[in-house]
């Protein structure tokens, strides 16, 4: 999920009580329920190696209790400007550390890209598909929930009333971000059904699987593969599902410059997180005999699209020309 979603769902957390358990409680799930995306410090290594390490050690489960200890010592070392601290259990801000983490760990694991939450066991993509990367309602309802006992604060000033604490609005919104999702996975299981449920032009399928959109909860991507095909298919549950009516391609015929290319560090590395990636060999004219071996990540753009693509130019005698990798803006479909 965006920081923001993050970052909110942190104070929801204290607000609704985990405030009370220390005095640093409310500072320490705000930077935990954005602390494993410190991640981003890999980009310095290249994008390649920002893509093999985002969402990897920080977002493992078992060790959130070693990332829990370091979101405890920046703390630590802010308590030198905040008296009141010094007079809390660190324990207790250390309990409450890995909840923020936890949480955004599972939060993350319900959009398409997914996180590796097994490791360092399994280092397995692991994702629900319930939630697009952002999702507007829930931003939506952790903003009113931020807004309303502020507002209620200003009119409770005014007429010498109590201030809202803001406890309520806090437990309103976890609880509606976990109704809201259990509907989301049962509409999951409904889109996958769909796409299950059909025969295609291109063949049987043998593998599907349906991504969230950012707007609609019943509008949902879709992807098929079959044998020799992949397909994308744009459709809402409410409306009858047309298997002839999707974004179509085919696997590339064997081809030594494909191979070449699968099996480079860098291609490896695209292929350990692009799992539904379609390739494409395309010939060069300059040099004469030269190729472009091209990938897109199927859940974030269609070929041709500069969206978590990868891209490999090799000359006639099979030398690297160039190479890049490009994160683009992923298509919200």
């Known amino acids: 999920m965006d920081n923001v979603t993050h970052t909110l769902t942190g104070l929801m957390l204290a607000r609704s009580g985990l405030n009370r358990l220390a005095p640093q409680a409310t500072a320490a799930l705000l930077l935990s329920s954005n602390l494993p995306d410190f991640d981003l410090v890999y980009y310095l290594g290249g994008s390649l190696t920002y893509l093999q390490y985002h969402r990897h050690w920080t977002h493992g489960l078992a060790l959130a209790p070693l990332l829990a200890l370091v979101n405890v010592g920046i703390l630590w070392l802010l308590s030198r400007r905040f008296q009141s601290w010094k007079s809390g259990s660190w324990v207790r801000t250390y309990l409450v550390s890995i909840v923020g983490i936890v949480v955004h760990i599972l939060f993350d694991s319900t959009n398409s890209y997914a996180v590796r939450a097994a490791l360092p066991f399994n280092a397995e993509w692991l994702s629900s598909n319930i939630f697009f990367v952002f999702d507007p309602y829930i931003l939506g309802v952790l903003l009113l929930a931020v807004a309303a006992p502020a507002i209620s604060g200003l009119v409770s000033s005014e007429i010498g009333g109590r201030k809202s604490t803001g406890r309520g609005w806090a437990v309103f919104t976890l609880l509606f971000i976990l109704s809201f999702g259990a509907w989301r996975f049962t509409l999951h299981q ?68 494909l191979d070449k290319a699968w099996q480079s560090k860098e291609g490896r590395i695209y292929q350990d997180f692009a799992r539904y990636a379609a390739w ?54």
């Open 280 to 333: 494409r060999v395309v010939p060069l004219t300059d040099p004469e005999g030269a190729v472009a071996v091209e990938a897109n990540d199927l859940r974030f753009g269609v070929p041709g699209a500069k969206a978590f693509s990868f891209r490999v130019q090799y000359d006639n005698q099979g030398n690297v020309m160039d190479q890049e990798f490009h994160y683009g803006t992923p298509k919200t479909y």
């Open 190 to 257: 409904r889109a996958v059904e769909t796409l299950e449920s059909h025969v295609y032009p291109q063949g049987m399928a043998r593998r599907v699987e349906a991504w969230p959109t950012p707007f609609s909860p019943f509008a949902w991507l879709g992807f098929v593969e079959t044998d020799q095909s992949w397909g994308l298919y744009e459709f809402n549950l409410n409306v009858p599902f047309d298997p002839s009516a999707g974004n179509v391609g085919y696997r590339p015929q064997p081809n030594a410059a």
